[in-house]
């Protein structure tokens, strides 16, 4: 037993909830004063109290990082961004084109072979300015099938359900020849190229969408890990993490699909292979870490919890089935007006009551979640160190309710209080165990990460503790 006290070293965290307050309250001023600026330096006051607030064998833990790296970074990171969105400018500017509402009202008068209010036109005559300012009338009389769209963008043939587009500052013919080039069997005598640039323009969106929702925060978020751990020091022994940003986000991107595809049955192996990624990755000092996980408990846990919530579901509607038609009797048969308001409440209360709804049925992840953080410690070793960690989801859960509950009633003015309960959780719950006296670490040969900590703030995306 002796044996176990002794290796069994505490983290303690002394950190107090009115000092957190004066950086919160300061940063929210400054930050309105200077436009938002100020929001990074306040950012690394909180990491720096938190973190100097930690302790290990009374060792305290210590930030380095600068508001001005996350200042930095996220303009980097935000220059990144829109040259990386040229071509999604381009594919909006392609779509917005073939949907010209003017040529569209046009084309629509030529089918019907009738004529728009302000001016008669007449079916298969086209008279419209082009991109160099000139008058260009066509004439495509006698010709059948066919539908002509012309603005300072494009010229465009649909003929028989081919399109032939013309681009203005590529054009083979002149526009005089259009009609011309048809003969007397109605075929096409030239061949243009033909556009197949608003397909590729109606792809290319959506592909934005899935890099934009499903690759880049899984980028942004290993980039900040990168950050935040090399400004992390303890006895003057700094941390380090390798590996590619990039790789990450497409192993990320991976398992989102994965997710999605198996309903989510696929979460457990998800979190282990992502967090597994990490910590293969993850040095402090010269020490690096190992994350040996079992995939099994999280499997079965997993399971109960989404058949938890599932039966909580099929619980809510069939209440909620034989519960409204029992609230309804007691309506009143007479007074319109009461019956109305009656009506109109339940009616203004039914998406809260929905969110509600959705907020209960989730209540049994709390529980794959605490089984989640005491797989990643209990099977977590840096040397001659391990961490054990008894954090269970009625704790999981405790803490996370009243977190919510707080987060809404104080409208966020209460996240100091939310920020304490999280470091005294994981200080209550987490252990180290292992003899420090002995331990030999040197200093990390790694570099430091230098602007990746600001990325974050593009989506607004948090990565741990602080």
């Known amino acids: 037993m002796s044996t176990e006290l002794i290796s069994s070293n505490e983290l303690t965290y002394d950190g107090k909830t009115n000092e957190l307050y004066k950086i919160y309250v300061l940063s929210i001023l400054l930050s309105i004063f200077t436009l938002g600026i100020y929001h990074f330096w306040g950012k690394t006051r909180k990491r720096r109290y938190i973190t100097s607030s930690f302790s290990l064998n009374k060792d305290r833990f210590e930030y380095t990082g600068y508001g001005s790296e996350l200042l930095i970074g996220l303009v980097v990171g935000i220059i990144l961004l829109i040259i990386s969105f040229f071509p999604l400018f381009w594919a909006s500017h392609e ?115 899935i890099f934009y929702f499903a690759y880049l925060p899984f980028v942004i978020v290993y980039g900040s890990l990168r950050y935040r751990v090399s400004r992390l020091r303890w006895r003057g022994i700094r941390g380090h993490v390798d590996g590619s940003s990039l790789l990450y986000g497409c192993i990320g991107f991976f398992q989102t699909v994965m997710k999605i595809l198996t309903l989510g049955l696929w979460t457990p192996v998800s979190d282990v292979m992502m967090y597994k990624y990490k910590l293969k990755n993850f040095y402090f000092g010269n020490q690096k870490m190992s994350f040996t996980p079992s995939v099994k408990p999280l499997i079965l846990m997993n399971l109960a919890t989404i058949g938890a919530s599932l039966y909580l579901v099929a619980l809510m509607l069939i209440c909620g089935y034989w519960l409204l038609p029992f609230i309804a009797s007691f309506a009143p048969k007479e007074g319109w007006f009461l019956a109305m308001f009656i009506a109109n409440v339940l009616k203004e209360s039914y998406m809260i009551t929905f969110i509600i709804l959705i907020w209960v049925c989730y209540i049994p992840r709390y529980w794959y979640r605490a089984a989640f953080l005491r797989e990643r410690y209990n099977n977590l070793h840096c040397g001659n160190l391990s961490f054990k960690c008894d954090a269970k989801g009625i ?13 809404i009633f104080t409208l966020s003015f209460g996240l100091p209080f939310i920020w304490q309960r999280r470091m005294k959780f994981f200080c209550k719950h987490v252990k180290i165990i292992g003899n420090l006296k002995e331990i030999t670490i040197e200093q990390a040969t790694g570099k430091k990460s230098k602007f990746g900590g600001g990325f974050a703030s593009i989506m607004n995306l948090e990565i741990g503790l602080i």
Do not use: C
């Open 395 to 407: 704790d999981y859960f405790s803490l996370f309710i009243f977190n919510d509950l707080i987060f």
């Open 95 to 209: 779509i917005h084109g073939y949907n010209d509402p003017e040529i569209q009202a046009q084309i629509k008068a030529a089918r019907k072979g009738t004529s728009n209010k302000d001016k008669e036109v007449p079916a298969h005559h086209f008279e419209q300015t082009d991109h160099f300012g000139n008058k260009v009338a066509i004439d495509f009389s006698g010709i059948s099938d066919f539908s002509f769209e012309l603005n300072k963008y494009y010229f465009k043939i649909k003929y028989k359900d081919k399109f032939v587009d013309i681009r203005w500052k590529a054009m083979d013919v002149q526009l005089q020849t259009i009609a011309s080039a048809v003969n007397s069997q109605g075929q096409l005598q030239f061949n243009p190229q033909k556009s197949y640039t608003l397909l590729f323009a109606v792809i290319l969106i959506p592909l934005y969408i």
